[in-house]
């Protein structure tokens, strides 16, 4: 049987998941969850910050700082809910949806050179199972921690 671990730390290494930094764009150096959050926010409307987290599957402790970080360096804005003054609200700055669009077209383009080398057949057969396994991955009852955690 092909040994499934080696074949997931190769892919983490490939991807550059141990980097300090996945992306540098536009003077920023990000860092892979500081690339996740941008993401998020702005997938999301008008997120909290406790929905972030939980997206993320991040401890909120852990997540403010990351977040603290990206106000410094002028990508997110934090807002108190007019609603409810104990939730706080992200957004990204006009700096941060021009950083998270920069990390997305290299991403994608990263994505679209890697399966250039694939035929469609291939192509349909790698993103079906991508899927098969993000469904199975939310099913199982490690979901979203570390797997020994």
Known sequence: ?????????VMTRRFGFLNKNCCSTGGYDISLVQSHILYEIDKQHKPS???IAET?????TTFSRQVQ???KMNLVKK???????RVSILSLTTEGVYIAESIDQQ??????EVFSHMNEF???????SIKLLNESMAKSSKCCTTPLG
């Open 107 to 112: 991403m994608n383009a990263y994505l679209n």
């Open 1 to 9: 049987m092909e040994n499934l671990r080696e074949m997931f730390q």
């Open 79 to 85: 807002n108190t809910d007019p609603d409810d003054k």
């Open 56 to 60: 993320l599957g991040t401890d909120i």
């Open 122 to 128: 291939e192509r349909e057969t790698v993103v079906r």
């Open 69 to 71: 970080s990206l106000i």
């Open 49 to 51: 910050m406790q929905q």
